[in-house]
């Protein structure tokens, strides 16, 4: 059985950092191009970051230089480093991969505020 387990999410103070990481059981990690969406209220689900099975990456303009992707195929675990946050960064965060089938975490939510 497949499961994606996001982590990492809280409140935080604008121009601050979280580290979320999304945990990958039933499929095979390492031959999978991970991602990174979010989905604030009212707003349409957007990619943030991608990363391939060479570790070559993709950022949304929004979060590019701010936020970085990475994997760990020896933990079979994505991470996304995000530094420098901005109100705007508040959204529901998904982990998300394909298989034959759309996969998709739980989400974890993120809230940049003072």
């Known amino acids: 059985q497949v499961q994606l387990v996001e982590s990492g999410g809280g409140l935080v103070q604008p121009g601050g950092s979280l580290r979320l990481s999304c945990s990958v059981s039933g499929l095979p990690f390492s031959f999978l191009v991970m991602n990174w969406y979010r989905q604030a209220p009212g707003k349409e689900r957007e990619l943030v970051a991608s990363i391939n099975v060479s570790d070559r990456t993709n950022y949304a303009d929004s979060v590019k230089g701010r936020f970085t992707i990475s994997r760990d195929n020896a933990k079979d675990t994505l991470t996304l480093q995000m530094n420098r946050l901005k109100p705007e960064d508040t959204a529901l965060y998904y982990c998300?991969?394909?298989?034959?089938?759309?996969?998709w975490g739980q989400g974890t939510q993120v809230t940049v505020s003072s």
């Open positions: 998300y991969t394909n298989w034959v089938y759309d996969y």
